[in-house]
Nanobody, 123 residues
Framework: QVQLVESGGGLVQAGGSLRLSCAAS????????MGWFRQAPGKEREFVAG????????YYSDSVKGRFTISRDNAKKTVFLQMNSLKPDDMAVYYC????????????????WGQGTQVTVSS
């Protein structure tokens, strides 16, 4: 079983930055893709960013490309999401997830999920 714990959410003004972290523990497997998703009230959970096991492969949704950066530290089993130039539209609960399909943006391709961390952006 895999446990994922997110941290780093909070309240920030539009244009500001936040850095989210996600620590993994348990039976993660030897190689795995990590992803960040978000869900705003009344909306479906949507893909934000993904990263390959090596860390060299990264992909983003169009809405965050150029503003958000995903990275990982495999020695610490931790993945990060640096969020810059935040907008009110970025406000949501952010979830990290573990999967096996690099390049996927589908919720169903990620098998383990954290509890989420709230990001609030004031205008």
């Amino acid at each position: 079983q895999v446990q994922l714990v997110e941290s780093g959410g909070g309240l920030v003004q539009a244009g500001g930055s936040l850095r989210l972290s996600c620590a993994a523990s348990g039976r993660t497997g030897s190689t795995y893709t990590m992803g960040w998703f978000r869900q705003a009230p009344g909306k479906e959970r949507e893909f934000v960013a993904g990263i390959s096991w090596s860390g060299f492969g990264k992909y983003y949704s169009d809405s965050v490309k150029g503003r958000f950066t995903i990275s990982r530290d495999n020695a610490k089993k931790t993945v990060f999401l640096q969020m810059n130039s935040l907008k009110p539209d970025d406000m949501a609960v952010y979830y990290c997830a573990l999967g096996q399909v690099y390049g996927s943006t589908k919720v169903t391709d990620f098998r383990s999920w954290g509890q989420g961390t709230q990001v609030t952006v004031s205008s």
